[in-house]
């Protein structure tokens, strides 16, 4: 399916906040209140804007925070790299600030170490959780050499060229028929951060698993993977999906940058796992095989 980039009509606001002595870009949609609003956690090197496609499909009625983890996109370079634990408790500061003690959150790729480590560590204020492309940290299985070596820097953000030659490698899925789009997507859709932030990031996640700890999480997990994705091979979706208790998968049809690329189909897979709960229902405990299967993936 080509990638969108027809926008909505829906309101946002784009602001700078001071959490615990650090200033963050924030963008929040507002929602109409009778949901708990939706924390994002962006993959490396990317700002908020990157997810912009996947924000538009949401249901309207979602009030959605994403922000720049600091030195990325329009949050400035802390003065010192951190760990998963001190984003952790910035993001918990964050929902404060907005007037929040809990919401649901998800993350792509780096950002679903991120928010696996919220679920666990600040779980007082995570309801739900949403795992896009991602994995448990450096107990995993790792995408071949040549893709680890392309993402240890943020060239492919900087070079379009670059990016265009080898988004395929990359991320699969439409990167494959259509590296051109997913390039413009990259570099029209995304702020570019200084280099050091996204050393940075890399350092956050240095040494960092959750396989300890996958099956002590608690809230109801939702984990989202592609069959085509070079870089979080789909084995580690089905690992966490075999050690987090509450939690069901659902394999879609694309790569790694599936959540945006394939927007209109993931968005309300998202939406009915989130309003679940509230109309009385519960997520599954297993495989979404029957949404899986009618887009094409395996179960």
């Known amino acids: ?50 997810l912009q496609p996947f924000v538009d499909e949401l249901d309207p009625a979602l009030e959605v925070i994403r922000f720049d983890v600091p030195g990325v996109g329009g949050s400035p370079l802390p003065s010192w790299p951190y760990r998963f634990t001190g984003l952790c408790r910035l993001m918990a500061h964050l929902l404060s600030a907005l007037g929040h003690d809990q919401a649901d959150v998800l993350g792509i790729s780096w950002g679903g170490g991120v928010a696996q480590h919220f679920a666990m560590f600040q779980r007082q204020h995570c309801r739900r959780l949403v795992l896009v492309s991602t994995a448990p940290g450096m107990l995993m299985m790792p995408a071949g050499p040549a893709v680890l070596a392309k993402m240890a820097t943020p060239r492919r953000y900087l070079d379009p060229a670059y990016l265009g030659e080898f988004a395929a490698d990359l991320y699969g899925g439409t990167a494959r028929s259509d590296p051109e789009r997913v ?33 002590l999480i608690q809230q109801p997990t939702l984990i989202l993977s592609g069959d085509d994705d ?15 208790r509450r939690s069901q998968l659902h394999v879609y ?47």
């Open 230 to 244: 070079p870089l979080i091979p789909l084995v580690n979706a089905r690992v966490m999906h075999s050690l987090i």
């Open 183 to 215: 390039s413009e997507l990259m570099h029209g859709q995304n702020r570019v951060g200084p280099r050091r932030g996204y050393v940075y990031q890399l350092a956050a996640g240095a040494g960092w698993t959750s396989l300890p700890f996958l099956p």
């Open 253 to 299: 049809h694309d790569g790694h940058l599936g959540l945006v690329t394939e927007a209109a189909e993931l968005a309300p897979v998202v939406d009915r796992f989130l309003t679940a709960g509230m109309s009385g229902g519960a997520p599954g405990s297993g495989d979404d095989s029957g949404r899986a299967a009618r887009n094409g993936a395996p179960g």
């Open 1 to 50: 399916m080509p990638i969108n980039f027809r926008r909505k009509a829906v309101p946002l606001t784009v602001r700078s906040m001071v959490v615990e002595g650090k200033q963050l870009r924030v963008a929040v949609r507002p929602g109409t209140g009778a949901r708990p609003p939706l924390l994002m956690v962006n993959g490396i090197g990317a700002s908020l804007e990157l």
